[in-house]
């Protein structure tokens, strides 16, 4: 396997020295358009090959689709549960890849309870046993210990409320437990997984929008500093989600919007675990309850149809908003009212086009396709899946350009921040910080000490007193847990180039409003400075 050849900071110097070697004529091996999970997965795969590779995108990193997930690692259960049986394998032998070698700092396992009530009939109940039994077999067969994701169990009806206490008692009969992978931040995989294609070599652009795109490369807008140029490459990959009909005019897909509520909590008893609730009259279908590390629960989630162009920051409607709560309502004591949801966020998915009448009965499947210009698009697929899809593509690249390229390397390969979990609990630095950044976390907090032990001494009131140079290991405002020391790095080495990416994409403050506002005057003083 290459090692890093290159730094794996991102930051407005390395941004550009890449733009002038690429806009100066460097021709590449691999163009990618698209920052999302599947185009610096490419890229990441590209790069490992030793391929000279080059990623363009028009706004930030996970700008779109990636970081509306569910901030789940999904094992395939569902597939399973629709009888395609290679894709629940593949999602289950994906979630063990980033489980355990990918991004353990990022990932955790994830209790999901579903209550059994008295309401259920027993053919409901024989499906959750078997669905669950069935799950765990899809983890023995990818691979993943017990000592990773738990053997399933039941709970009585005790345990069940021990764990979400908000659930209804009145006819709770018992809980079955199972286990799932969770990411503590989608967006940070990304940035991770970028981060590491870089210091593979790879040129990561943001802020550069590809007006034309054919097999031999693209013609580019430099949307931060002015200018076009032209890019040049022996093959093109076009991973841009949703979007990719716009650079490629015969990919047609079947879009659909998921929707998540952002909740307390406190409101919900502080949940021990996940909860899993039925769509009532749907198949297969449930709203979810999964609590994160930050004082946060997540519900969601919808599955709606869009029509038309899909926009850049798709909406969550009042109906979709009132679903949710209508749906995990029927299985709580004390109603979620309108009042608990702190903020709300909306993706979409890019689906290939099917028979099933509704977007949630589509397949999750990925195709590959090459376009009569040359260039491949990627499309379909699922978060979890991403390193697959991304393996494919480059594949289709190296087949079709005869690229000078070996086989698929990422399949142990950790990103930045990566180690075993035994080496990541002995890390001397915040859970908090730890579970975002990994190894570097470390990094975070010296690199904040090192530029206030600088700033203070000069008695300069500039950074260290108006935006807390001096303070930089403190909150960024009451009620945030995010440091001036996180915004530090997130500018210094993660790519971020304005407030918008700090606070949407690099911290997620942005997901609650209210939190987003109080941090936003520190951020932008740090930025300006």
């Not at 969601?300 to 029509?307: A, F, H, S």
């Not at 028979?355 to 499947?365: E, I, P, V, Y």
């Not at 697929?381 to 000078?404: E, I, N, Q, S, W």
């Not at 950044?437 to 001494?457: F, I, K």
Request: aromatic share 2%; net charge positive.
């Amino acid at each position: 396997m290459t090692g890093p050849v290159r730094s794996t900071s991102l930051n407005r110097d390395r941004r550009a020295v890449d733009l002038d070697a690429l806009a100066g004529g460097e021709v590449l091996d691999l163009l990618v358009v698209g920052g999302g999970v599947t185009g610096v997965g490419v890229a990441l795969d590209a790069a490992t090959r030793g391929l000279r590779v080059g990623l363009l995108e028009r706004h930030d990193l996970a700008f779109g689709t990636s970081r509306w997930s569910s901030k789940l690692v999904h094992g395939g259960l569902r597939y399973l549960a629709s009888g395609d049986v290679r894709l629940a394998h593949q999602s289950a032998v994906e979630r063990n890849v980033l489980l355990r070698y990918t991004a353990p700092h990022l990932t955790r396992a994830l209790p999901m309870v579903v209550p059994i009530t008295d309401r259920m009939s027993r053919r409901e109940i024989r499906q959750v046993r078997v669905g669950v039994l069935a799950g765990d077999l899809l983890r023995a067969a990818a691979g993943t210990p017990r000592g990773l994701l738990p053997r399933p169990r039941r709970l009585s009806a005790t345990e069940t409320l021990s764990v979400l206490p908000a659930v209804r008692a009145a006819g709770l009969r018992a809980g079955v437990l199972t286990w799932d992978g969770q990411l503590t931040d989608d967006a940070r995989l990304v940035v991770a997984l970028a981060r590491t294609a870089a210091g593979h070599g790879a040129r990561v652009l943001t802020r550069t929008r590809v007006t034309a795109l054919d097999g031999s490369g693209a013609q580019v807008t430099d949307t931060l500093g002015g200018g076009t140029f032209e890019v040049r490459a022996r093959s093109v990959v076009n991973a841009t989600g949703v979007w990719a009909g716009a650079l490629a005019p015969e990919v047609t897909l079947r879009p659909s919007r998921g929707t998540h509520l952002v909740v307390r909590a406190a409101a919900l008893g502080n949940p021990g675990a996940g909860l899993t609730v039925p769509v009532p009259g749907e198949r297969n279908r449930y709203v979810f309850v999964l609590p994160q590390r930050d004082g946060h629960v997540y519900v969601g989630l919808t599955d709606e149809p869009v029509d038309g162009d899909p926009p850049d920051l798709p909406e969550p409607t009042r109906r979709e908003i009132r679903f949710l709560l209508d749906t995990v309502n029927a299985a709580l004591d004390l109603p979620l009212a309108d009042t608990d949801v702190l903020g709300a966020f909306a993706g979409m998915r890019p689906l290939l086009p099917g028979s099933a009448g509704a977007t949630a009965d589509l397949s999750r499947r990925h195709v590959v396709a090459r376009g009569p210009d040359g260039v491949l698009t990627v499309v379909g697929g699922k978060l979890t899946t991403y390193r697959a899809m991304a393996a494919d593509a480059v594949d289709a690249a190296v087949r079709h350009a005869g690229l000078p390229a070996g086989p698929c390397r990422t399949r142990r390969l950790p990103a930045v921040g990566a180690a075993p979990r035994g080496t990541l609990a002995r890390i001397r630095a915040p859970r908090r910080l730890v579970d975002r950044y990994g190894t570097e976390a470390g990094r975070v907090l010296a690199e904040a000490a090192e530029t206030a032990g600088v700033a203070e001494p000069a008695g300069r009131t500039g950074l260290a007193r108006s935006a807390g140079t001096g303070h930089l290991l403190r909150p960024l405002a009451e009620g945030v847990e995010v440091t001036g020391a996180e915004v530090l790095f997130a500018i210094r080495h993660e790519g971020a180039l304005d407030a918008e990416d700090v606070l949407d994409r690099r911290t997620r403050l942005g997901l609650v409003p209210a939190e987003r506002r109080a941090a936003l005057p520190c951020v932008r003083d740090l930025l300006a400075r």
